[in-house]
């Protein structure tokens, strides 16, 4: 299992969190799976960026960005070299260290 470590964020987890990942798993799936609950405008098909993460540590190990994400990143509200949609971003065996932005670029977000 690999260990994800979600930085502090503001309403989606205050404290941080730590959880377990199974190789092959998106970042977004993993966090959801955890009580996280991360936007996903989208449901998932990569055409939003409102699960943009930033990968402190381990972007090396992920899958690579294909050029629709590329392209979709490009949107994101504060991206940086280290930016992933974490819809796409596959874990593999080396941890991770992940931080969820304060905003995304979604005007109306579900149950707030």
């Known amino acids: 299992m690999?260990?994800?470590i979600f930085l502090p964020h503001e309403t989606l987890c205050p404290d941080?969190?730590?959880i377990e990942a199974e190789p092959?798993?998106?970042i977004c799936d993993?966090?959801?799976a955890n009580g996280i609950e991360i936007e996903h405008a989208c449901?998932?098909?990569c055409a939003c960026t409102t699960c943009h993460v930033i990968v402190r540590e381990g972007s090396d190990s992920l899958s690579e960005a294909d050029e629709v994400e590329e392209d979709m990143l490009d949107k994101a509200w504060g991206l940086e070299p280290d930016s992933r949609l974490s819809c796409q971003a596959v874990v593999a065996d080396e941890d991770l260290v992940v931080e969820i932005p304060k905003y995304t670029i979604n005007m109306v977000s579900e149950g707030h």
Request: hydrophobic content about 40%; proline content about 0%; aromatic content about 0%.
């Open 2 to 4: 690999t260990q994800i």
């Open 24 to 26: 092959g798993t998106t």
């Open 16 to 18: 941080g969190a730590v």
């Open 30 to 32: 993993a966090a959801l």
């Open 43 to 45: 449901e998932k098909s």
